[in-house]
């Protein structure tokens, strides 16, 4: 049984139990399989909370409040110059009226970026314009905000925003202990998240993985 993680003082006891009873909910995920970049990424055939668990707190071991340079849209993220290992939570985390499964898919987005052995899986900037497969301007999901030129994109299909998408078209198609409203969460937001992976190549990939 690996560790718990931690938190630390400057973490308020709203955020505290938001955390905690997200990655509750994890712990109870039950799947019917799993994906080929889902076995690349988390090196498991099925998709288990169990397993999700152990990924996550092998890569953070504390959460603590940070700005993380502002913004309404930022939730949550790793400055791996100052430790690695630490979570930085915003206000945001508990403010904004995101459904659970999306709170928990940026927790995890985030646990990617504290992967030294891989440069931290840093983000690449998004072409000019962007647009999606039907000539529309992408734009951040909770934000609004177009993400064109922005340092919000990645060129992988297995980097940050790629392991995002494939948790949660994963639990879209594969969890089967998930109702309804999680599986259609887990859609909206694992579709947004596809199209944050600006390198085409990758980005079909990511389309054909389920």
């Excluded at 998004?126 to 529309?136: A, E, I, R, S, T």
Aim: proline residues 3%; hydrophobic residues 35%.
């Amino acid at each position: 049984m690996k560790a718990e993680v931690n938190f630390d003082r400057s973490i308020s006891e709203a955020t505290k139990t938001q955390i905690t009873e997200d990655l509750g909910f994890v712990k109870t995920l039950e799947g019917k399989g799993g994906s080929a970049l889902y076995k690349n990424i988390f090196q498991k055939d099925v998709l288990r909370g169990s397993d999700l668990m152990d990924f996550f707190s092998d890569r953070i071991t504390t959460f603590s409040m940070n700005s993380c340079g502002g913004g309404n849209a930022v939730a949550a993220c790793v400055i791996p110059w100052m430790d690695s290992h630490t979570m930085w939570i915003t206000p945001n985390y508990v403010k904004n009226s995101i459904p659970q499964i999306f709170r928990i898919s940026i927790i995890f987005h985030e646990s990617r970026h504290t992967e030294d052995i891989h440069g931290n899986w840093m983000h690449a900037t998004c072409p000019v314009p962007y647009l999606d497969d039907n000539g529309k301007d992408i734009v951040g999901i909770i934000s609004g905000t177009k993400m064109e030129g922005m340092p919000a994109c990645d060129n992988q299909a297995v980097g940050a925003y790629g392991l995002q998408a494939v948790l949660l078209k994963n639990i879209e198609k594969n969890c089967s202990n998930c109702n309804q409203k999680v599986q259609m969460d887990a859609k909206l937001f694992g579709d947004d998240s596809i199209y944050r992976i600006s390198n085409l190549n990758s980005r079909k990939q990511l389309k054909n993985d389920l």
